[in-house]
Protein backbone atom coordinates (compact mmCIF):
# COMPACT_ATOMS: atom_id res chain seq x y z
CA UNK A 1 0.00 0.00 0.00
CA UNK A 2 1.23 3.44 -0.75
CA UNK A 3 2.00 5.37 1.97
CA UNK A 4 1.92 9.46 2.40
CA UNK A 5 3.27 10.75 5.62
CA UNK A 6 3.14 7.63 7.33
CA UNK A 7 -0.51 6.98 6.48
CA UNK A 8 -2.44 4.65 3.73
CA UNK A 9 -2.35 7.28 0.62
CA UNK A 10 -6.35 6.18 0.56
CA UNK A 11 -7.20 7.34 4.02
CA UNK A 12 -5.18 10.88 3.18
CA UNK A 13 -7.24 11.28 0.10
CA UNK A 14 -10.58 10.21 1.39
CA UNK A 15 -10.42 13.05 4.56
CA UNK A 16 -8.85 15.14 1.92
CA UNK A 17 -11.91 14.83 -0.15
CA UNK A 18 -14.27 15.13 2.72
CA UNK A 19 -12.09 18.76 3.20
CA UNK A 20 -12.83 19.83 -0.16
CA UNK A 21 -16.72 19.03 0.73
CA UNK A 22 -17.03 20.40 3.71
CA UNK A 23 -14.87 23.41 2.10
CA UNK A 24 -17.53 23.80 -0.36
CA UNK A 25 -20.13 24.37 1.75
CA UNK A 26 -17.52 26.99 3.92
CA UNK A 27 -17.00 28.36 0.75
CA UNK A 28 -20.45 29.29 -0.53
CA UNK A 29 -21.67 30.11 2.69
CA UNK A 30 -18.55 32.30 3.50
CA UNK A 31 -19.80 33.95 0.07
CA UNK A 32 -23.06 34.62 1.20
CA UNK A 33 -22.36 36.43 3.88
CA UNK A 34 -19.28 38.38 2.60
CA UNK A 35 -21.92 40.03 0.10
CA UNK A 36 -24.73 40.40 2.20
CA UNK A 37 -22.03 42.40 4.66
CA UNK A 38 -20.19 44.30 1.48
CA UNK A 39 -23.37 45.75 0.83
CA UNK A 40 -25.71 46.18 4.19
CA UNK A 41 -23.06 46.19 7.25
CA UNK A 42 -24.92 43.75 8.58
CA UNK A 43 -23.72 40.15 9.80
CA UNK A 44 -26.31 37.30 8.83
CA UNK A 45 -26.55 34.79 11.98
CA UNK A 46 -29.80 33.38 10.00
CA UNK A 47 -27.61 32.29 7.43
CA UNK A 48 -27.49 29.04 9.20
CA UNK A 49 -30.99 28.49 9.21
CA UNK A 50 -32.07 29.86 5.67
CA UNK A 51 -29.05 27.00 4.38
CA UNK A 52 -31.45 24.77 6.66
CA UNK A 53 -34.39 26.09 4.83
CA UNK A 54 -33.03 25.63 1.74
CA UNK A 55 -32.42 21.49 2.33
CA UNK A 56 -36.12 21.51 3.67
CA UNK A 57 -37.66 23.17 0.93
CA UNK A 58 -35.97 20.35 -1.20
CA UNK A 59 -36.84 17.63 1.07
CA UNK A 60 -40.44 18.65 1.63
CA UNK A 61 -40.56 19.40 -2.41
CA UNK A 62 -39.75 16.15 -2.83
CA UNK A 63 -42.17 14.21 -0.53
CA UNK A 64 -45.39 16.72 -1.02
CA UNK A 65 -44.95 18.24 -4.57
CA UNK A 66 -42.69 15.69 -5.71
CA UNK A 67 -40.10 18.56 -7.33
CA UNK A 68 -37.33 16.58 -8.24
CA UNK A 69 -33.25 17.17 -6.99
CA UNK A 70 -32.96 19.34 -10.10
CA UNK A 71 -35.53 21.44 -9.65
CA UNK A 72 -35.40 22.15 -6.19
CA UNK A 73 -31.68 23.48 -7.46
CA UNK A 74 -33.45 26.43 -8.40
CA UNK A 75 -36.92 26.45 -6.45
CA UNK A 76 -35.16 26.18 -2.93
CA UNK A 77 -32.81 29.73 -3.45
CA UNK A 78 -36.23 31.06 -4.86
CA UNK A 79 -38.13 30.41 -2.26
CA UNK A 80 -35.81 31.12 0.48
CA UNK A 81 -34.50 34.50 -1.64
CA UNK A 82 -38.12 35.39 -1.80
CA UNK A 83 -38.44 34.87 2.22
CA UNK A 84 -35.35 36.98 2.78
CA UNK A 85 -36.49 39.65 0.58
CA UNK A 86 -39.19 39.87 2.84
CA UNK A 87 -37.71 39.71 6.16
CA UNK A 88 -35.25 42.58 4.76
CA UNK A 89 -38.07 44.69 3.33
CA UNK A 90 -40.27 45.15 6.47
CA UNK A 91 -37.54 44.39 9.47
CA UNK A 92 -34.06 44.39 8.63
CA UNK A 93 -33.80 47.48 6.56
CA UNK A 94 -34.97 49.53 10.03
CA UNK A 95 -31.95 48.87 11.38
CA UNK A 96 -29.49 50.13 9.13
CA UNK A 97 -28.83 53.19 10.77
CA UNK A 98 -28.29 51.75 13.91
CA UNK A 99 -25.10 50.34 15.14
CA UNK A 100 -24.60 46.92 13.16
CA UNK A 101 -24.41 44.99 15.92
CA UNK A 102 -28.78 45.38 16.28
CA UNK A 103 -28.67 43.42 12.67
CA UNK A 104 -26.69 40.58 14.31
CA UNK A 105 -29.00 40.12 17.36
CA UNK A 106 -31.98 40.65 14.99
CA UNK A 107 -30.79 37.71 12.36
CA UNK A 108 -29.94 35.84 15.19
CA UNK A 109 -33.53 36.28 16.91
CA UNK A 110 -34.50 34.98 13.14
CA UNK A 111 -32.48 32.19 13.35
CA UNK A 112 -34.01 30.58 16.87
CA UNK A 113 -37.36 31.63 15.60
CA UNK A 114 -36.89 29.53 12.18
CA UNK A 115 -34.90 26.64 14.19
CA UNK A 116 -37.52 26.54 16.64
CA UNK A 117 -40.04 26.78 13.97
CA UNK A 118 -38.72 23.31 12.12
CA UNK A 119 -38.08 21.48 15.27
CA UNK A 120 -41.12 21.75 16.28
CA UNK A 121 -42.73 20.51 13.21
CA UNK A 122 -40.20 18.00 12.43
CA UNK A 123 -38.61 17.15 15.32
CA UNK A 124 -34.92 17.40 16.10
CA UNK A 125 -33.67 13.89 14.35
CA UNK A 126 -32.14 14.16 10.58
CA UNK A 127 -34.34 12.94 7.51
CA UNK A 128 -32.36 11.29 4.42
CA UNK A 129 -33.17 13.05 1.57
CA UNK A 130 -31.73 10.93 -1.52
CA UNK A 131 -29.27 12.34 -4.95
CA UNK A 132 -31.09 11.56 -8.20
CA UNK A 133 -30.00 8.53 -9.84
CA UNK A 134 -27.56 10.58 -12.65
CA UNK A 135 -25.74 11.73 -9.32
CA UNK A 136 -25.42 8.12 -7.08
CA UNK A 137 -22.36 5.67 -7.84
CA UNK A 138 -19.09 6.22 -7.80
CA UNK A 139 -15.98 6.17 -10.02
CA UNK A 140 -13.05 3.90 -9.41
CA UNK A 141 -9.50 5.97 -9.85
CA UNK A 142 -6.54 4.47 -10.15
CA UNK A 143 -5.93 5.31 -6.42
CA UNK A 144 -9.08 5.90 -4.71
CA UNK A 145 -12.92 5.47 -5.41
CA UNK A 146 -14.55 9.09 -5.54
CA UNK A 147 -18.34 9.05 -5.26
CA UNK A 148 -19.92 11.17 -7.99
CA UNK A 149 -21.86 13.10 -5.69
CA UNK A 150 -19.43 14.36 -3.82
CA UNK A 151 -17.55 15.07 -7.15
CA UNK A 152 -20.89 17.11 -8.03
CA UNK A 153 -20.81 19.04 -5.06
CA UNK A 154 -17.19 20.56 -5.16
CA UNK A 155 -17.50 21.53 -9.00
CA UNK A 156 -21.13 22.74 -8.50
CA UNK A 157 -20.28 25.18 -5.53
CA UNK A 158 -17.23 26.50 -7.57
CA UNK A 159 -18.75 27.02 -10.51
CA UNK A 160 -21.14 28.55 -8.58
CA UNK A 161 -18.99 30.47 -6.45
CA UNK A 162 -16.86 31.95 -9.81
CA UNK A 163 -20.16 33.27 -11.18
CA UNK A 164 -20.79 34.60 -8.12
CA UNK A 165 -17.71 36.45 -7.77
CA UNK A 166 -17.73 37.69 -12.10
CA UNK A 167 -21.27 38.59 -11.22
CA UNK A 168 -19.71 41.29 -8.56
CA UNK A 169 -16.65 42.17 -10.22
CA UNK A 170 -17.23 42.08 -13.60
CA UNK A 171 -20.56 42.81 -14.68
CA UNK A 172 -22.53 46.16 -14.61
CA UNK A 173 -24.76 45.47 -11.54
CA UNK A 174 -21.98 44.04 -10.02
CA UNK A 175 -19.97 47.79 -10.48
CA UNK A 176 -23.14 49.57 -9.35
CA UNK A 177 -23.07 47.06 -6.24
CA UNK A 178 -19.59 47.93 -5.70
CA UNK A 179 -20.10 51.91 -5.82
CA UNK A 180 -23.46 51.44 -3.32
CA UNK A 181 -20.99 50.02 -1.20
CA UNK A 182 -18.75 52.97 -1.34
CA UNK A 183 -21.24 55.86 -1.35
CA UNK A 184 -25.27 55.10 -0.85
CA UNK A 185 -25.85 58.53 -1.46
CA UNK A 186 -24.10 59.03 -4.44
CA UNK A 187 -25.03 56.14 -6.35
CA UNK A 188 -28.73 56.76 -5.46
CA UNK A 189 -28.48 60.51 -6.32
CA UNK A 190 -27.67 58.87 -10.08
CA UNK A 191 -31.33 57.60 -10.05
CA UNK A 192 -30.80 53.87 -9.26
CA UNK A 193 -32.90 52.38 -6.38
CA UNK A 194 -30.45 51.66 -3.95
CA UNK A 195 -33.25 50.29 -1.01
CA UNK A 196 -34.21 47.59 -4.15
CA UNK A 197 -30.91 46.86 -4.34
CA UNK A 198 -30.13 45.91 -0.76
CA UNK A 199 -33.21 43.94 -0.74
CA UNK A 200 -32.09 41.86 -3.86
CA UNK A 201 -28.47 41.31 -2.29
CA UNK A 202 -29.96 40.54 0.89
CA UNK A 203 -32.32 37.75 -1.36
CA UNK A 204 -29.23 36.59 -2.99
CA UNK A 205 -27.26 35.81 0.08
CA UNK A 206 -30.16 33.87 1.56
CA UNK A 207 -30.72 32.19 -1.81
CA UNK A 208 -26.91 30.93 -1.66
CA UNK A 209 -27.57 29.60 1.57
CA UNK A 210 -30.45 27.65 0.36
CA UNK A 211 -28.47 26.08 -2.67
CA UNK A 212 -25.90 24.92 -0.47
CA UNK A 213 -28.70 23.55 1.85
CA UNK A 214 -29.84 21.54 -1.31
CA UNK A 215 -26.63 20.77 -2.37
CA UNK A 216 -26.06 19.51 1.16
CA UNK A 217 -29.19 17.41 1.62
CA UNK A 218 -27.93 14.28 0.51
CA UNK A 219 -24.35 14.51 2.17
CA UNK A 220 -25.75 14.87 5.53
CA UNK A 221 -29.57 14.49 6.97
CA UNK A 222 -31.82 17.50 6.63
CA UNK A 223 -32.47 18.30 10.10
CA UNK A 224 -33.85 21.79 11.80
CA UNK A 225 -30.31 21.91 13.97
CA UNK A 226 -27.80 21.77 10.60
CA UNK A 227 -27.55 25.03 10.26
CA UNK A 228 -26.35 26.09 13.70
CA UNK A 229 -23.70 24.22 13.77
CA UNK A 230 -21.99 24.89 10.33
CA UNK A 231 -23.18 28.74 11.00
CA UNK A 232 -20.29 29.26 13.89
CA UNK A 233 -17.52 27.86 11.94
CA UNK A 234 -18.36 30.01 9.20
CA UNK A 235 -18.12 33.06 10.96
CA UNK A 236 -14.39 31.94 12.20
CA UNK A 237 -13.53 31.40 8.40
CA UNK A 238 -15.40 34.89 7.97
CA UNK A 239 -12.83 36.28 10.49
CA UNK A 240 -9.82 34.34 9.06
CA UNK A 241 -10.34 35.51 5.99
CA UNK A 242 -11.67 39.22 6.37
CA UNK A 243 -14.50 40.25 4.86
CA UNK A 244 -13.25 42.75 2.77
CA UNK A 245 -13.01 40.34 -0.86
CA UNK A 246 -15.25 37.91 -2.50
CA UNK A 247 -12.33 36.13 -3.72
CA UNK A 248 -11.02 35.93 -0.10
CA UNK A 249 -14.13 34.29 1.22
CA UNK A 250 -14.20 31.45 -1.43
CA UNK A 251 -10.37 31.14 -1.23
CA UNK A 252 -10.32 31.01 2.81
CA UNK A 253 -13.57 28.12 2.40
CA UNK A 254 -12.01 25.91 0.92
CA UNK A 255 -8.35 26.17 2.47
CA UNK A 256 -10.41 25.36 6.07
CA UNK A 257 -12.18 22.96 4.75
CA UNK A 258 -9.08 21.13 3.43
CA UNK A 259 -7.34 22.25 6.70
CA UNK A 260 -10.05 20.32 8.86
CA UNK A 261 -10.27 17.05 6.39
CA UNK A 262 -6.11 16.56 6.79
CA UNK A 263 -6.64 17.06 10.36
CA UNK A 264 -8.34 14.35 10.95
CA UNK A 265 -6.35 12.00 9.76
CA UNK A 266 -3.20 13.34 11.86
CA UNK A 267 -5.04 14.17 14.98
CA UNK A 268 -8.68 13.16 14.95
CA UNK A 269 -9.20 14.57 18.42
CA UNK A 270 -8.77 18.43 17.40
CA UNK A 271 -10.24 17.95 14.13
CA UNK A 272 -13.62 20.19 15.60
CA UNK A 273 -11.19 22.87 16.87
CA UNK A 274 -8.66 23.46 14.32
CA UNK A 275 -10.95 26.07 12.61
CA UNK A 276 -10.45 27.89 15.58
CA UNK A 277 -7.24 27.19 16.11
CA UNK A 278 -6.02 28.93 13.04
CA UNK A 279 -8.65 31.66 13.75
CA UNK A 280 -6.91 32.37 17.27
CA UNK A 281 -3.38 32.34 15.64
CA UNK A 282 -4.78 34.59 12.19
CA UNK A 283 -5.87 37.45 14.82
CA UNK A 284 -2.54 37.09 16.45
CA UNK A 285 -0.68 37.30 13.21
CA UNK A 286 -2.67 39.53 11.20
CA UNK A 287 -5.69 40.96 13.16
CA UNK A 288 -7.28 42.05 9.59
CA UNK A 289 -7.43 38.47 8.25
CA UNK A 290 -5.68 37.27 5.43
CA UNK A 291 -7.43 39.12 2.78
CA UNK A 292 -8.89 41.80 4.94
CA UNK A 293 -7.82 45.32 4.96
CA UNK A 294 -6.86 46.70 8.30
CA UNK A 295 -9.74 48.89 9.76
CA UNK B 1 -23.34 49.30 22.01
CA UNK B 2 -23.80 52.92 20.94
CA UNK B 3 -27.09 54.22 21.55
CA UNK B 4 -29.02 57.24 19.95
CA UNK B 5 -28.64 60.69 20.61
CA UNK B 6 -31.80 60.85 22.33
CA UNK B 7 -30.66 59.94 25.42
CA UNK B 8 -32.70 62.35 27.66
CA UNK B 9 -31.07 65.69 28.89
CA UNK B 10 -30.27 66.13 32.42
CA UNK B 11 -33.26 66.04 35.26
CA UNK B 12 -33.60 69.42 37.28
CA UNK B 13 -31.92 68.86 40.61
CA UNK B 14 -35.41 69.02 42.76
CA UNK B 15 -36.40 65.65 40.93
CA UNK B 16 -33.17 63.99 41.67
CA UNK B 17 -33.35 65.16 45.38
CA UNK B 18 -36.76 63.57 45.77
CA UNK B 19 -35.82 60.39 43.64
CA UNK B 20 -32.80 59.87 45.67
CA UNK B 21 -34.71 59.35 48.56
CA UNK B 22 -37.19 57.01 46.66
CA UNK B 23 -34.69 55.06 45.28
CA UNK B 24 -33.38 54.25 48.53
CA UNK B 25 -36.35 53.63 50.04
CA UNK B 26 -37.21 51.07 47.03
CA UNK B 27 -33.88 49.30 47.66
CA UNK B 28 -34.63 48.48 51.27
CA UNK B 29 -38.16 46.78 50.24
CA UNK B 30 -36.35 44.93 47.36
CA UNK B 31 -33.90 43.68 50.19
CA UNK B 32 -36.66 43.15 52.68
CA UNK B 33 -38.57 40.76 49.83
CA UNK B 34 -35.68 39.39 49.00
CA UNK B 35 -35.13 37.77 52.34
CA UNK B 36 -38.97 37.30 52.89
CA UNK B 37 -38.83 35.30 49.62
CA UNK B 38 -37.95 32.08 50.18
CA UNK B 39 -40.64 31.54 52.58
CA UNK B 40 -43.24 32.37 50.50
CA UNK B 41 -41.85 30.75 46.75
CA UNK B 42 -39.83 27.08 45.87
CA UNK B 43 -36.33 28.42 46.92
CA UNK B 44 -34.53 26.43 44.66
CA UNK B 45 -36.32 29.21 41.45
CA UNK B 46 -35.44 31.71 43.55
CA UNK B 47 -31.92 30.78 43.99
CA UNK B 48 -31.73 29.90 39.66
CA UNK B 49 -32.86 33.11 39.36
CA UNK B 50 -30.01 34.74 41.48
CA UNK B 51 -27.38 32.61 39.86
CA UNK B 52 -28.71 34.25 36.16
CA UNK B 53 -29.45 37.86 37.25
CA UNK B 54 -25.80 37.64 37.85
CA UNK B 55 -24.96 36.20 34.85
CA UNK B 56 -26.47 38.96 32.91
CA UNK B 57 -25.32 41.72 35.18
CA UNK B 58 -21.84 40.30 34.83
CA UNK B 59 -22.61 40.10 30.94
CA UNK B 60 -23.74 44.12 31.09
CA UNK B 61 -20.63 44.77 32.59
CA UNK B 62 -19.11 44.43 29.29
CA UNK B 63 -21.86 45.49 27.01
CA UNK B 64 -23.58 47.76 28.59
CA UNK B 65 -20.45 49.81 29.73
CA UNK B 66 -17.89 49.11 27.40
CA UNK B 67 -19.89 48.45 23.86
CA UNK B 68 -18.04 44.89 23.79
CA UNK B 69 -21.09 42.64 22.40
CA UNK B 70 -19.57 39.24 23.61
CA UNK B 71 -21.14 36.10 21.99
CA UNK B 72 -19.30 33.77 24.19
CA UNK B 73 -20.05 34.17 28.24
CA UNK B 74 -21.25 30.49 28.28
CA UNK B 75 -17.80 29.65 27.87
CA UNK B 76 -16.94 31.23 31.48
CA UNK B 77 -20.16 31.02 33.09
CA UNK B 78 -20.13 26.73 32.26
CA UNK B 79 -16.90 26.77 32.60
CA UNK B 80 -16.64 27.96 36.00
CA UNK B 81 -19.56 25.57 37.05
CA UNK B 82 -17.37 22.55 35.76
CA UNK B 83 -14.46 23.93 37.75
CA UNK B 84 -16.52 24.29 40.77
CA UNK B 85 -18.39 21.08 40.43
CA UNK B 86 -15.37 18.96 39.36
CA UNK B 87 -13.39 20.55 42.97
CA UNK B 88 -16.29 20.29 44.76
CA UNK B 89 -17.00 16.48 44.33
CA UNK B 90 -13.97 15.10 43.13
CA UNK B 91 -11.59 16.85 44.95
CA UNK B 92 -14.12 17.22 48.15
CA UNK B 93 -13.59 20.81 48.53
CA UNK B 94 -15.36 22.80 51.08
CA UNK B 95 -18.01 25.33 48.89
CA UNK B 96 -16.16 28.06 48.97
CA UNK B 97 -13.16 27.78 47.67
CA UNK B 98 -14.79 25.72 44.73
CA UNK B 99 -16.70 28.16 43.90
CA UNK B 100 -13.14 30.47 43.94
CA UNK B 101 -11.67 27.95 42.19
CA UNK B 102 -14.61 28.44 39.66
CA UNK B 103 -13.79 32.52 39.57
CA UNK B 104 -10.61 31.76 39.23
CA UNK B 105 -10.57 29.44 36.03
CA UNK B 106 -13.23 31.67 34.65
CA UNK B 107 -11.06 34.73 34.45
CA UNK B 108 -7.99 32.62 33.31
CA UNK B 109 -10.39 31.77 30.37
CA UNK B 110 -11.36 35.38 30.07
CA UNK B 111 -7.53 36.01 29.83
CA UNK B 112 -7.15 34.34 26.98
CA UNK B 113 -9.78 34.98 25.25
CA UNK B 114 -10.31 38.33 25.85
CA UNK B 115 -6.84 38.89 24.28
CA UNK B 116 -7.64 37.08 21.16
CA UNK B 117 -10.63 38.95 20.80
CA UNK B 118 -9.95 42.51 21.79
CA UNK B 119 -7.84 42.49 18.40
CA UNK B 120 -10.73 43.17 16.54
CA UNK B 121 -13.99 45.50 16.96
CA UNK B 122 -18.05 45.43 17.11
CA UNK B 123 -19.41 42.66 15.13
CA UNK B 124 -15.84 41.05 14.44
CA UNK B 125 -15.47 40.73 18.29
CA UNK B 126 -19.14 39.56 18.94
CA UNK B 127 -17.85 36.68 16.42
CA UNK B 128 -14.44 35.75 17.36
CA UNK B 129 -15.71 35.30 21.17
CA UNK B 130 -18.87 33.16 19.58
CA UNK B 131 -16.19 31.01 17.85
CA UNK B 132 -13.57 30.87 20.56
CA UNK B 133 -16.41 30.03 23.30
CA UNK B 134 -17.48 26.93 20.54
CA UNK B 135 -14.02 25.98 20.76
CA UNK B 136 -14.14 25.80 24.47
CA UNK B 137 -17.80 24.10 24.20
CA UNK B 138 -15.97 21.13 21.60
CA UNK B 139 -12.96 20.79 24.55
CA UNK B 140 -15.54 20.07 27.26
CA UNK B 141 -17.28 17.42 25.31
CA UNK B 142 -13.94 15.87 24.83
CA UNK B 143 -11.90 16.02 28.44
CA UNK B 144 -12.97 13.30 30.46
CA UNK B 145 -13.15 15.38 33.77
CA UNK B 146 -16.65 16.66 32.11
CA UNK B 147 -17.74 13.62 31.97
CA UNK B 148 -18.93 14.63 28.12
CA UNK B 149 -22.79 14.35 27.59
CA UNK B 150 -23.61 13.25 30.95
CA UNK B 151 -21.69 16.25 32.84
CA UNK B 152 -21.00 15.92 36.30
CA UNK B 153 -23.93 15.29 38.75
CA UNK B 154 -25.26 15.25 42.04
CA UNK B 155 -22.45 17.76 43.01
CA UNK B 156 -22.27 18.52 46.95
CA UNK B 157 -23.33 21.92 48.42
CA UNK B 158 -21.04 20.83 51.55
CA UNK B 159 -20.04 23.02 54.42
CA UNK B 160 -19.86 26.32 54.14
CA UNK B 161 -16.17 27.27 56.56
CA UNK B 162 -16.68 23.86 57.65
CA UNK B 163 -19.45 25.30 59.45
CA UNK B 164 -22.71 26.05 58.16
CA UNK B 165 -24.38 23.24 56.13
CA UNK B 166 -25.79 24.08 52.92
CA UNK B 167 -27.91 21.46 52.44
CA UNK B 168 -30.62 22.80 54.55
CA UNK B 169 -32.36 24.98 51.60
CA UNK B 170 -32.56 28.15 53.88
CA UNK B 171 -28.90 27.91 54.74
CA UNK B 172 -28.52 27.67 50.71
CA UNK B 173 -30.75 31.06 49.76
CA UNK B 174 -28.94 33.08 52.01
CA UNK B 175 -25.61 31.95 50.95
CA UNK B 176 -26.64 32.49 47.40
CA UNK B 177 -28.22 35.89 48.22
CA UNK B 178 -25.15 37.21 49.68
CA UNK B 179 -22.61 36.23 47.39
CA UNK B 180 -25.41 37.59 44.53
CA UNK B 181 -24.95 41.23 46.45
CA UNK B 182 -21.56 40.82 46.67
CA UNK B 183 -21.28 40.09 43.21
CA UNK B 184 -23.82 43.65 42.43
CA UNK B 185 -22.08 45.53 44.97
CA UNK B 186 -18.28 44.85 42.68
CA UNK B 187 -20.38 45.59 39.25
CA UNK B 188 -21.52 48.85 40.84
CA UNK B 189 -18.16 49.81 42.30
CA UNK B 190 -16.74 49.00 39.11
CA UNK B 191 -18.63 50.99 36.52
CA UNK B 192 -18.84 54.15 38.80
CA UNK B 193 -14.68 54.06 39.73
CA UNK B 194 -12.66 55.84 37.41
CA UNK B 195 -11.95 52.77 35.66
CA UNK B 196 -15.36 52.20 34.56
CA UNK B 197 -15.54 55.94 33.65
CA UNK B 198 -12.92 55.35 31.32
CA UNK B 199 -14.47 52.39 30.15
CA UNK B 200 -17.46 54.69 29.47
CA UNK B 201 -15.08 56.95 27.16
CA UNK B 202 -14.04 54.16 25.07
CA UNK B 203 -17.57 52.91 24.70
CA UNK B 204 -18.76 56.19 23.25
CA UNK B 205 -15.72 57.37 21.14
CA UNK B 206 -12.76 54.91 21.20
CA UNK B 207 -10.36 57.34 18.83
CA UNK B 208 -11.05 59.77 21.13
CA UNK B 209 -10.06 57.72 24.11
CA UNK B 210 -6.61 56.59 21.97
CA UNK B 211 -5.57 60.12 21.63
CA UNK B 212 -6.17 60.74 25.17
CA UNK B 213 -3.81 58.43 26.14
CA UNK B 214 -5.49 55.88 27.93
CA UNK B 215 -4.03 52.37 26.77
CA UNK B 216 -7.44 51.25 25.23
CA UNK B 217 -7.00 47.47 25.16
CA UNK B 218 -5.15 47.34 28.41
CA UNK B 219 -8.99 48.53 30.02
CA UNK B 220 -10.66 46.58 27.36
CA UNK B 221 -8.97 43.34 28.44
CA UNK B 222 -9.54 44.55 32.63
CA UNK B 223 -13.41 44.72 31.71
CA UNK B 224 -13.63 41.05 30.21
CA UNK B 225 -11.44 39.80 33.01
CA UNK B 226 -13.78 41.49 35.14
CA UNK B 227 -17.05 40.29 33.57
CA UNK B 228 -15.62 36.85 32.70
CA UNK B 229 -14.66 36.62 36.64
CA UNK B 230 -18.01 37.61 37.57
CA UNK B 231 -20.24 35.23 34.88
CA UNK B 232 -18.05 32.35 36.76
CA UNK B 233 -19.13 33.55 40.53
CA UNK B 234 -22.64 32.60 39.12
CA UNK B 235 -21.74 29.69 37.17
CA UNK B 236 -20.50 27.97 39.89
CA UNK B 237 -23.09 29.18 42.09
CA UNK B 238 -25.38 27.55 39.87
CA UNK B 239 -23.35 24.52 40.14
CA UNK B 240 -23.91 24.48 43.65
CA UNK B 241 -27.63 25.72 43.87
CA UNK B 242 -28.42 22.98 41.09
CA UNK B 243 -25.96 20.33 42.17
CA UNK B 244 -24.90 19.58 38.29
CA UNK B 245 -22.75 21.25 35.56
CA UNK B 246 -23.73 20.11 31.99
CA UNK B 247 -22.97 20.94 28.16
CA UNK B 248 -25.78 22.97 27.92
CA UNK B 249 -24.54 25.44 30.58
CA UNK B 250 -21.23 26.15 27.66
CA UNK B 251 -23.29 25.90 24.49
CA UNK B 252 -23.73 28.96 22.58
CA UNK B 253 -27.61 29.14 23.17
CA UNK B 254 -26.32 29.88 26.84
CA UNK B 255 -24.39 32.98 25.28
CA UNK B 256 -27.62 33.96 23.65
CA UNK B 257 -29.59 33.42 26.25
CA UNK B 258 -27.50 35.94 28.69
CA UNK B 259 -27.94 38.87 25.41
CA UNK B 260 -31.68 38.59 25.67
CA UNK B 261 -31.56 38.78 29.02
CA UNK B 262 -29.37 41.31 28.98
CA UNK B 263 -31.52 43.17 26.43
CA UNK B 264 -34.96 42.65 27.49
CA UNK B 265 -33.89 44.14 30.80
CA UNK B 266 -32.13 47.15 29.56
CA UNK B 267 -28.42 47.19 28.30
CA UNK B 268 -26.41 49.76 30.43
CA UNK B 269 -28.60 50.11 33.78
CA UNK B 270 -28.02 47.98 36.52
CA UNK B 271 -31.70 46.67 37.35
CA UNK B 272 -32.07 45.76 33.74
CA UNK B 273 -30.20 42.52 33.61
CA UNK B 274 -31.72 40.93 36.98
CA UNK B 275 -35.27 42.05 35.87
CA UNK B 276 -34.88 40.58 32.06
CA UNK B 277 -33.34 37.05 33.67
CA UNK B 278 -35.96 36.89 35.88
CA UNK B 279 -38.47 37.07 32.64
CA UNK B 280 -36.56 34.27 30.67
CA UNK B 281 -36.32 31.91 33.14
CA UNK B 282 -39.57 32.16 34.39
CA UNK B 283 -40.63 31.67 30.63
CA UNK B 284 -38.17 29.06 30.38
CA UNK B 285 -39.98 27.09 33.61
CA UNK B 286 -43.16 27.70 32.36
CA UNK B 287 -42.69 26.35 28.92
CA UNK B 288 -40.30 23.23 30.05
CA UNK B 289 -43.58 20.86 30.65
CA UNK B 290 -44.75 21.29 27.44
CA UNK B 291 -43.11 20.56 24.02
CA UNK B 292 -43.73 24.08 22.38
CA UNK B 293 -39.69 24.76 21.70
CA UNK B 294 -39.06 27.69 24.16
CA UNK B 295 -36.50 28.92 21.26
CA UNK B 296 -39.48 30.41 19.05
CA UNK B 297 -40.77 32.38 21.35
CA UNK B 298 -36.74 33.22 22.35
CA UNK B 299 -36.07 34.12 18.84
CA UNK B 300 -39.19 36.29 18.71
CA UNK B 301 -38.52 38.17 21.62
CA UNK B 302 -35.09 39.25 20.71
CA UNK B 303 -36.45 40.79 17.39
CA UNK B 304 -39.33 42.41 18.93
CA UNK B 305 -37.11 44.08 21.24
CA UNK B 306 -34.21 44.44 18.61
CA UNK B 307 -36.84 46.14 16.31
CA UNK B 308 -38.99 47.90 18.52
CA UNK B 309 -37.79 48.32 22.28
CA UNK B 310 -34.37 48.35 22.67
CA UNK B 311 -33.69 50.35 25.46
CA UNK B 312 -35.28 47.20 27.35
CA UNK B 313 -38.31 47.54 30.31
CA UNK B 314 -36.11 49.45 32.83
CA UNK B 315 -34.48 51.79 30.05
CA UNK B 316 -37.56 52.76 28.59
CA UNK B 317 -38.67 53.30 32.61
CA UNK B 318 -35.77 55.50 33.23
CA UNK B 319 -37.06 57.65 30.46
CA UNK B 320 -40.03 58.02 31.19
CA UNK B 321 -41.55 60.38 33.80
CA UNK B 322 -42.58 57.57 36.07
CA UNK B 323 -38.75 56.44 36.35
CA UNK B 324 -37.53 59.84 37.09
CA UNK B 325 -39.64 60.49 39.85
CA UNK B 326 -38.41 57.06 41.24
CA UNK B 327 -35.08 58.18 40.33
CA UNK B 328 -34.18 55.79 38.17
CA UNK B 329 -31.18 57.00 36.16
CA UNK B 330 -31.28 56.51 32.22
CA UNK B 331 -28.38 54.43 30.89
CA UNK B 332 -24.84 55.79 30.50
Known amino acids: ?295 | MARGSDTAPAEATPVREMGRGTRTLLLVLALAALIAAPFYVYPVFLMTLLCFGLFAAAFNLLLGYTGLLSFGHAAFFGGAAYFTAHAAKVWGWPPEFALLLGVIGAAGLGVVMGAIAIRRQGIYFAMITLALSQMFFFACLQMPFTHGEDGIQSVPRGRLFGLIDLNQTLNMYFFVLAVFLLGLLIIWRFVNSPFGMILKAIRENEQRAVSLGYAVPAFKLGAFVMSAALAGLAGGLKALVLQFATLTDVAWQMSGEVILMTLIGGIGTMLGPILGSSIVIALQQRLATSDFPVTIITGLVFMVCVLLFRRGLIGELAHSRIGRAMGLRPPG
Open chain 1, 1 to 295: MTMIFGIPIQAFLGQLLVGLINGSFYALLSLGLAVIFGLLRVINFAHGAQYMLGAFVAFLGLKHLGIPYWAALVVAPLVVGAFGALIERTMLSRLYNLDPLYGLLFTFGLALTLEGTMRWYYGASGQPYSAPAALTGAIKLPFMVLPIYRAWVIVASLVVCLAVWALIEKTRLGATLRAATENPSLVQSFGINVPMLLTLTYALGAGLAALAGVLAAPIYQVSPLMGSNIIIVVFAVVVVGGMGSILGAIVTGYLLGVAEGLTKVFYPEASNIVIFVIMAIVLILRPAGLFGKEG
